[in-house]
């Protein structure tokens, strides 16, 4: 309460910050400030809060459907990354290369093109330049990047904190103003409870009131069996198991409330968004490990968290260290109408020619 009631102190730094986030983008749709667009399918995942909305599974989402008919690339800026301009992921590629998610992206799907730059509309060309076949890019988090038009907007919000029911930073967790919602095509309410009734579906629509070409779509948080970092096994996290729970992500809550209702009991080493472990973070892990009572005890982290563990492999492979996959699951159905409305934009971009590049 004390925090919320600091944020509201915030407000008169909010309404300079939305000025300018509104004069920026009333400068890009008067094309005072130039967009870039490409004769190519370019499809971003993106949201206007910071953090926290289900981007990256829904990237995963994207380009386990799209990878069954297309050759597709990811581009992403690298976020915290030690690199700086463009990058095509490799075998000898590091997390501090490209990032968190670009890594895991890389680690996870072996046909998938993973490229990092911070000037996408430099990095596009240079993708297609190295990689000519391929056929469909997925801009990751590159919504409020507008120097590249994308010809699919998928924007997340959240359901337990809905944009429309949001405030600009610093007072709130929008970094972009609200109209600017209008560009989307597709807009995904994530983190719905998964027995979300289809009287409170209506409300919500009746709230975010969608312009007549978008279409909302609800999804829920559904994690996967955890797999061991190091060794070809999983596990199961039940009311006999107690878990390390390593996070260093934006919004835990999620994952608590996951271990509540499955875990015997955990404990939490919390991390910053991004953190880069280091060897006091590894002591810290084996004493806290190692002080837990229990029997049948585990430590679980997420995938994000999991590809910046990777370079302890030596001090942490014989430890029963396991990451927790996280997926989106399509409320009320819907699903195969999602992936029909992206499909069907791919196919009439690679078919009718978009706009000349500015």
Same mark, same amino acid.
């Given at each position: 309460m004390?925090?919320?009631?600091?944020?509201?102190?915030?407000?008169?730094?909010?309404?300079?910050?939305?000025?300018?986030?509104?004069?920026?983008?009333?400068?890009?749709?008067?094309?005072?400030?130039?967009?870039?667009?490409?004769?190519?399918?370019?499809?971003?995942?993106?949201?206007?809060?910071?953090?926290?909305?289900?981007?990256?599974?829904?990237?995963?989402?994207?380009?386990?459907?799209?990878?069954?008919?297309?050759?597709?690339?990811?581009?992403?800026?690298?976020?915290?990354?030690?690199? #700086?301009?463009?990058?095509?992921a490799d075998e000898h590629t590091t997390a501090l290369e490209i990032g968190d998610e670009p890594m895991q992206f890389h680690k996870k799907y072996k046909d998938l093109i993973v490229a990092v730059g911070e000037e996408r509309v430099v990095a596009i060309p240079q993708l297609l330049h190295q990689h000519p076949e391929t056929q469909v890019i997925i801009l990751d988090d590159a919504f409020q990047h507008r120097t590249v038009k994308a010809g699919l907007n998928i924007v997340l919000t959240e359901c337990r904190n809905l944009y429309t029911r949001d405030f600009m930073l610093p007072a709130g967790d929008l970094r972009d103003v609200k109209q600017s919602m209008k560009r989307a095509h597709i807009i995904v309410v994530t983190k719905c409870r998964p027995d979300f009734s289809v009287a409170e579906k209506e409300q919500v629509i009746s709230e975010i009131n969608p312009l007549p070409h978008q279409r909302v779509f609800f999804t829920s948080i559904v994690y996967g069996q955890p797999y061991h970092l190091f060794q070809d096994t999983h596990t199961v996290v039940d009311m006999h198991t107690d878990v390390l729970l390593l996070c260093g992500i934006?919004?835990?809550?999620?994952?608590k409330e996951f271990m509540n209702r499955n875990a015997k009991s955990y404990d939490l080493l919390r991390y910053a968004d991004h953190h880069i472990f280091t060897s006091e973070d590894l002591d810290d892990i084996r004493?806290?490990?190692?002080?837990?009572?229990? #029997?049948?005890?585990?430590?679980? #982290?997420?995938?994000?968290?999991?590809?910046?563990?990777?370079?302890?492999?030596?001090?942490?492979?014989?430890?029963?260290?396991? /990451?927790?996959?996280? &997926?989106?699951?399509?409320?009320?159905?819907? &699903?195969?109408?999602?992936? *029909?409305?992206?499909?069907?934009?791919?196919?009439? /971009?690679?078919? *009718?020619? /978009?706009?000349?590049?500015?």
């Open positions: 004390l925090l919320k009631s600091f944020r509201y102190l915030l407000w008169p730094i909010s309404f300079l910050y939305s000025v300018v986030i509104w004069i920026r983008n009333w400068m890009y749709d008067k094309d005072i400030l130039k967009s870039s667009s490409f004769n190519f399918p370019l499809i971003c995942v993106g949201n206007l809060a910071v953090g926290g909305t289900g981007k990256t599974p829904m990237t995963e989402l994207l380009v386990e459907n799209l990878q069954q008919h297309y050759k597709v690339a990811t581009l992403s800026r690298g976020y915290k990354r030690k690199t #700086t301009g463009f990058a095509i934006a919004n835990p809550k999620p994952l004493k806290e490990f190692a002080d837990m009572p229990g #029997t049948h005890k585990i430590i679980i #982290t997420t995938e994000k968290d999991a590809v910046r563990l990777h370079k302890f492999e030596k001090e942490l492979k014989d430890f029963p260290i396991y /990451a927790l996959s996280i &997926q989106h699951w399509f409320l009320f159905s819907e &699903q195969a109408a999602f992936m *029909q409305m992206v499909n069907d934009f791919v196919e009439k /971009a690679k078919n *009718q020619p /978009a706009p000349p590049a500015i």
